[in-house]
């Protein structure tokens, strides 16, 4: 299973940025897509995901202003971002958990700063 994540970039504050993650190979059930992030000397936290049920969940500092949502035929899960601020700087990863694993890609830089 190969997770392909993208969409970063340096964005000024109160841009936008759509973050997209392609998932391929023997996936099996889907029980979760999601997006989490770590900051340069901080610890990995979760930003947002999405159950098979397509609830959600969000971490209080970017609850209003990003959504995920995720294509099921495309077995793909995106994140948008609006109203970027500069500690949402950070490493983005998405994630994939499975019935078969618990996959991670590699990760989309996200920069925001003027």
């Known amino acids: 299973v190969q997770l392909q994540a993208s969409g970063g970039g340096l964005v000024q504050p109160g841009g936008s940025l759509r973050l997209s993650c392609a998932a391929s190979?023997?996936?099996?059930?889907?029980?979760?897509m999601g997006w989490y992030r770590q900051a340069p000397g901080k610890q990995r936290e979760m930003v947002a995901t999405?159950?098979?049920?397509?609830?959600?969940n969000y971490a209080d500092p970017v609850k209003g202003r990003f959504t995920i949502s995720r294509d099921n035929a495309k077995n793909t899960v995106y994140l948008q971002m609006n109203s970027l601020k500069p500690e949402d700087t950070a490493l983005y990863s998405c994630?994939?958990?499975?019935?078969?694993?618990?996959?991670w890609g590699q990760g989309t830089l996200v920069t925001v700063s003027s």
């Open positions: 994630r994939l958990l499975a019935s078969r694993g618990d996959y």
């Open positions: 999405i159950l098979s049920s397509r609830s959600t």
């Open positions: 190979g023997s996936i099996g059930g889907i029980v979760l």
